[in-house]
């Protein structure tokens, strides 16, 4: 296990050199380096700002300095100050984004967790039913379905008619005067729809997934040879079946992150919380190049963690990966 | 044919609906009851009725007109996309697959790379530099979505150059280029159509997200997208702004996808649970 962990640990090398290097060519390959030539005339970006973009990276420099340059501040977490009038550094401003856009993507993940695994079983094993035929027709409408279109009408239906829950921000103005559970309690209200919002695209994937492995896995020969054996329905279906069928899940659940990620802008958006999301659509609103570039990278880089963290489960829910046989 | 068909709901009803679309938005300056950019002072905000089926903007513009042309603007971006990356997947995969060794490496490597970042900080990102109009949506959305196409075409020609036929083509002396436009591709076909399908109704919903946002399709041009940004201004006010709207995307992309799944059924009756 561990061999296999410092394996996958080192692999990540490679790509964040990769993802560091399409960031890079982005920001220069842009015609006309937009960042920077063109902006004169754009009364959004002063010229101090523009100088400041041009010591950030060092654009006099030929090319290759100016990317390891970069890549030299990047390691240290460095990522330039924002354009906005407040010139904070831009991990600063990220940091104290990121709880909100976390709380809700890992809210989401549990959510498609718990309610597709479910769904996609009783699908499989009572396959035609109408439970099926019914859980068929949600995954394709969950498919096609624009999530923020969703956001807008739950948010006419239960937050303007019904006045059930809050639809903007993520607490309640009296929350300053509210106890230490009012408080947590307003904080979930507010997490409601868009934890719903974020979750529904991936809720039909998982739950199809899950149906489609776990009828595969129930035609498996070992499932037959257990049935001949005499082994109870039950046993066989929630013991054996979906342990083997269960297991794809995790990889699934690891790639569904960048979706989750670039989800949260529009989420964030539409309810006016105060994440990561909200912050990039801002900064590309405002044209702050060095906050746009940083949640790119940093969004990226999240990417790559969720993934390691999904393949590391893989392995140690799955001997076969784990002894280099998968 | 309709025989053939009858056996395949999906399709049926997945190429129903696209072709419905199809014909609304070819003919939507015929079928618009009104001109979609007017304005109209008089007639801010009406709700739904005989005149406005689907009621009317903020400026007074009739929805349902704007959303017949919307739908053009819509699978235009949805078609020309799709188009961008279906070539250049088709390109990368199919240099992947056919030569193999660093190449294959090198290519497949940089699909992972690409994988890493979230699709639409991408896309923002991206627009974020350039500014914001219907060809750069088109071109940055096709930008950002061939590592699937990629991966699939690497995947068909791997196991069709160990097919005996490509082997015995392959043996004869066809040259590489001739392999592959008359004999690989042509049998890759199936899966790439249906992911150009399904790819479809991916671009109509990241060009809808877009719009939403302000970053597609700028208004006085209509889009699903931006009406839609006119209903959660006035969400306690015109709900036929945000109904409609939606309705539409949500129709046309289960269109898309039902075709698509339609099609990969037909292509490939295995995989068929």
Redo the contacts between chains.
């Keep these: 296990m561990r061999t296999y962990a410092l394996k996958r640990l080192l692999g990540m090398f490679p790509l964040l050199l990769g993802i560091t290097m399409i960031s890079f060519a982005m920001m220069h390959l842009a015609p006309g380096e937009p960042a920077v030539t063109g902006q004169e005339f754009n009364p959004k970006v002063s010229s101090q700002d523009i100088e400041r973009l041009r010591s950030y990276y060092g654009l006099d420099k030929p090319l290759y300095e100016q990317y390891w340059n970069w890549l030299k501040r990047l390691a240290v977490l460095d990522f330039g100050e924002s354009f906005s009038s407040d010139h904070r550094p831009v991990l600063d401003k990220v940091l104290e984004r990121l709880p909100v856009t976390l709380w809700i993507n890992i809210l989401a993940m549990m959510v498609i967790f718990l309610v597709a695994i479910p769904i996609g079983v009783m699908s499989a094993v009572k396959q035609d039913s109408w439970f099926d035929r019914t859980m068929t027709v949600f995954v394709f409408i969950g498919f096609a379905i624009p999530s923020f279109w969703l956001g807008l009408l739950l948010m006419m239906g239960l937050g303007v008619n019904m006045n059930l829950l809050p639809i903007s921000g993520i607490h309640d103005y009296s929350w300053q005067q509210m106890g230490f559970w009012e408080q947590q309690l307003d904080f979930f209200k507010h997490l409601i729809l868009p934890v719903f919002v974020s979750a529904i695209g991936g809720l039909a994937g998982m739950s199809r997934f899950m149906r489609t492995g776990m009828l595969e896995v129930i035609r498996a020969d070992y499932i037959t040879t257990a049935r001949a054996m005499g082994v109870p329905e039950n046993t066989i279906r929630y013991r054996l079946a979906l342990k083997n069928a269960i297991l794809p899940i995790i990889t699934l659940l690891g790639l569904s992150i960048p979706g989750l990620i670039g989800g949260s802008v529009i989420v964030e958006y539409l309810f006016s919380l105060p994440g990561m999301g909200r912050l990039f659509y801002e900064a590309i609103l405002a044209r702050d190049y060095t906050v746009v570039m940083g949640i790119t990278v940093i969004g990226a880089v999240l990417t790559l963690i969720g993934n390691l963290m999904a393949d590391l489960a893989y392995a140690w829910a799955d001997p076969r990966i784990r002894q280099g046989q998968g | 044919m309709f025989d053939y068909l009858k056996q395949q709901p999906l399709m049926l009803v997945g190429g129903g609906i696209v072709l419905i679309i199809a014909f609304l938005a070819a003919f939507a300056p015929w079928l618009a009851p009104y001109d979609p950019t007017s304005i109209n002072v008089r007639d801010i905000l009406m709700p739904p009725s005989w005149q406005h089926w689907c009621g009317t903007d903020t400026l007074g513009r009739d929805v349902f007109s704007r959303m017949l042309y919307g739908a053009r603007i819509s699978l235009a971006v949805g078609f020309v996309a799709v188009g961008l990356s279906i070539a250049i997947g088709v390109a990368l995969g199919a240099m992947a697959g056919y030569m193999g060794g660093r190449m294959d490496t090198w290519i497949m490597?940089?699909t992972?790379?690409?994988?890493?970042?979230?699709?639409?900080?991408?896309i923002?990102?991206?627009?974020?530099?350039?500014e914001p109009s219907i060809w750069n949506i088109m071109i940055v959305i096709g930008l950002t979505s061939w590592m699937g196409v990629t991966r699939l075409v690497r995947a068909e020609f791997l196991s069709l150059r160990s097919r005996e036929f490509i082997q015995a083509a392959e043996s004869l002396g066809v040259s590489p280029m001739r392999l592959i436009w008359k004999y690989l591709l042509p049998n890759a076909m199936g899966p790439i159509m249906v992911s150009a399908v399904l790819g479809i109704?991916g671009a109509v919903?990241v060009e809808?997200?877009l719009s939403?946002?302000?970053?597609g399709v700028q208004p006085p041009d209509p889009s699903w997208g931006n009406i839609?940004t006119e209903?959660?201004d006035n969400?306690?006010l015109a709900?036929w702004l945000?109904?409609y709207?939606?309705l539409a995307?949500?129709?046309t992309?289960?269109g898309y996808?039902?075709l698509g799944e339609g099609l990969r059924d037909v292509f490939d009756p295995k995989l068929k649970?």
Excluded: E, H
């Design positions: 490597r940089s992972d790379m690409v994988l890493c970042f979230p699709t639409f900080f991408l923002l990102a991206v627009i974020a530099f350039l109704a919903l809808s997200g939403f946002l302000g970053l839609l209903g959660k969400i306690q709900w945000s109904l709207p939606g995307i949500l129709i992309v289960l996808n039902l649970s």
